[in-house]
C-alpha cells in the first residue's frame, strides 16, 4: 500500500542567492519538526519544491493541518503518485523510459489526472507541468498538450460547458515528473508563507494579552524570527485575578510558529502605582510604557536578542502618535519593530482570527496599562518633557526592581502539541539574570 505524497512549494527562498541553501535546510528542518510524530518515509526535493512521502499509516490530515503552520511553504497538496516506469518497462532498465511509446507513458498519469479532477466543480481549467527528472522522454509543454485535450474530451463526453484557459483559470491541475513517481494533484492549500523558522535572529515582544501584540509577533516570526516574550500583568477585581493566564494561551497559540519560546512574567502594579505618586498625571501612560520598554531591553540582553516588538499602530490610541511613539522609544538604545504601524484594526483582527489568538484575546482579562488612567493624557510629548517627568522616580531602581520580580516561563511544540515545560523563579537580586528553576 502506497504512502500519502504532499507536495510543498516556496517561492521567496529562490531570491537568496548563496544563502538558499540556508533557508532550504531551515526549511526542511522546520517541516520535520513540525510533522514529528508521524510517520515520515523521506522528504526529497526534486527541483524548487520539496516532496514529502508519509507512511501508509500515517495521518495525513494532520499533517496537512500542520503545515499550515511552517513558514516559508507558499502553497501545498496531497497528490496522486504515478509510477510511469512500470508502464515504460522496469524501472530497472536504463533505456526504459526511453524505448516506450508516447502513449504508453502518459496513459497513467492521464488516468491520474482525470480521477484528480473529475469530481471537481469548475468552468475553465489548465494543465500545468513541471519535469524535474530529464530522462523522462515526453517535455513538459507535450504532456500539458496531451494531458489537457485529453480532460477535455472526457469533461465534454460527460456534458460539461468547460474551457480551456491559460491564464487565471477556476482549476489547474498540475503535474511533477520526479526521479521517482510522477505526481498529479488539483487542489493546493495556501501555506504561511514569508522566511522559515529561526532564520533572522532574536527579538523580544511585549505582550499585552490584547489583540495587537499578538498579531505583531506573528508577523515577525513569520519573517525568520525567533520571538520572546514579555508580559506586565496587574492584579484583577478579585484575588488572584490577572492577565497572566492570557498571556500564557496566547503563547501557546504562536510557539508552534517557531517550536521553542521564553515567557517573561513582570508583576508591573506596583511599579505602576510609584509613577503614579511622582509623576504627572498626563504622562502616566507613557511612562508605563517607557519603564516596560527599559525592563524588555534588560530581557534581551538576557535572551540574546537584538530589538523590541510591540503592537503599536499609528493614532490607534492616544500613547500611538507618532510624536508619543517616538518619545517612549528614546527610552531604549535597541531597535523597536513595530510590524502593525500602518494596519486598521480590522485588519490586524483577521489576522488575529486566522491564526487563532482573537477568541483568547477576547477573553475578559485585567491589564495593567488602563490602570489609574489619567483624564486627558498627553498626545504630543516629547522625549525631554519625559525625561523631565522621570527625574524624580528613580528609573533604575525600578527597573531593577521589576527585572528581580519577573519568572521565566519556556514553552515548547512537539508531536503537535503546544505545552508549557519549565518554570524559573525570580532572578536573583543583583539582576544578572541568573535564575533558579521551579516545578515545570
Avoid at 499509516?57 to 496522486?80: H, K, P, Q, Y
Avoid at 497559540?253 to 519560546?261: A, G, I, N, S, Y
Amino acid at each position: 500500500m502506497a504512502g500519502t505524497h504532499i507536495v510543498v512549494h516556496y517561492h521567496e527562498l529562490w531570491l537568496k542567492g548563496r544563502n538558499r541553501d540556508f533557508f532550504l535546510h531551515k526549511l526542511r528542518l522546520g517541516i520535520k519538526r513540525a510533522l514529528e510524530g508521524l510517520e515520515v518515509t523521506r522528504i526529497t526535493q526534486p527541483g524548487d519544491r520539496m516532496v514529502i512521502e508519509l507512511a501508509p499509516e500515517a495521518d495525513s490530515t494532520a499533517a496537512l493541518t500542520r503545515l499550515e503552520r511552517v513558514s516559508g511553504i507558499s502553497s501545498f497538496g496531497i497528490a496522486r503518485a504515478v509510477d510511469w516506469r512500470v508502464a515504460a518497462g522496469s524501472a530497472a532498465e536504463n533505456n526504459a523510459a526511453a524505448s516506450a511509446s508516447k502513449d504508453e507513458l502518459l496513459s497513467p498519469i492521464r488516468d491520474a489526472a482525470w480521477e484528480e479532477i473529475r469530481s471537481e466543480k469548475f468552468a475553465t481549467f489548465a494543465v500545468r507541468a513541471k519535469r524535474s527528472y530529464k530522462g523522462f522522454p515526453v517535455n513538459a509543454m507535450a504532456i500539458e498538450r496531451e494531458v489537457g485535450g485529453y480532460l477535455f474530451d472526457k469533461l465534454r463526453a460527460e456534458g460539461r460547458e468547460i474551457r480551456v484557459r491559460l491564464n487565471h483559470p477556476e482549476l489547474t491541475c498540475r503535474i511533477e515528473v520526479t526521479p521517482g513517481p510522477a505526481l498529479i494533484y488539483a487542489r493546493r492549500h495556501p501555506g504561511a508563507g514569508g522566511l522559515p523558522a529561526n532564520t533572522a535572529g532574536r527579538l523580544i515582544c511585549l505582550l499585552s494579552g490584547g489583540f495587537d501584540s499578538a498579531v505583531a509577533a506573528f508577523k515577525m516570526m513569520k519573517r525568520g524570527a525567533h520571538v520572546s516574550f514579555v508580559h506586565f500583568w496587574g492584579g484583577g477585581a478579585r484575588a488572584g485575578e490577572s492577565s497572566v493566564h492570557v498571556a500564557r494561551e496566547l503563547v501557546k497559540r504562536l510557539v508552534p510558529w517557531e517550536f521553542t519560546t521564553k515567557l517573561y512574567l513582570v508583576p508591573f502594579e506596583p511599579l505602576q502605582r510609584e509613577i503614579v505618586r511622582r509623576a504627572p498625571e498626563k504622562f502616566r501612560i507613557l511612562l508605563y510604557r517607557r519603564l516596560m520598554l527599559r525592563i524588555a531591553e534588560r530581557v534581551a540582553g538576557m535572551d540574546q536578542a537584538r530589538g523590541l516588538i510591540t503592537g503599536d499602530s499609528l493614532g490607534q490610541v492616544a500613547s500611538q502618535t507618532i510624536q508619543n511613539m517616538a518619545a517612549v522609544g528614546a527610552a531604549t538604545k535597541l531597535p523597536i519593530y513595530r510590524p502593525l504601524v500602518g494596519d486598521d484594526k480590522l485588519e490586524i483582527l483577521e489576522i488575529a482570527r486566522k491564526i487563532g489568538t482573537h477568541d483568547i484575546s477576547a477573553e475578559p482579562f485585567h491589564d495593567c496599562c488602563p490602570m489609574f488612567l489619567p483624564k486627558a493624557p498627553a498626545l504630543f510629548a516629547s522625549p525631554e518633557e519625559l525625561d523631565e517627568a522621570e527625574a524624580s522616580l528613580g528609573v533604575e531602581e525600578l527597573v531593577e526592581r521589576g527585572i528581580e520580580s519577573l519568572t521565566l516561563e519556556r514553552y515548547h511544540y512537539a508531536q503537535g502539541i503546544a505545552e508549557q515545560v519549565e518554570s524559573f523563579l525570580p532572578v536573583t537580586p543583583t539582576g544578572s539574570g541568573s535564575t533558579r528553576k521551579a516545578t515545570a
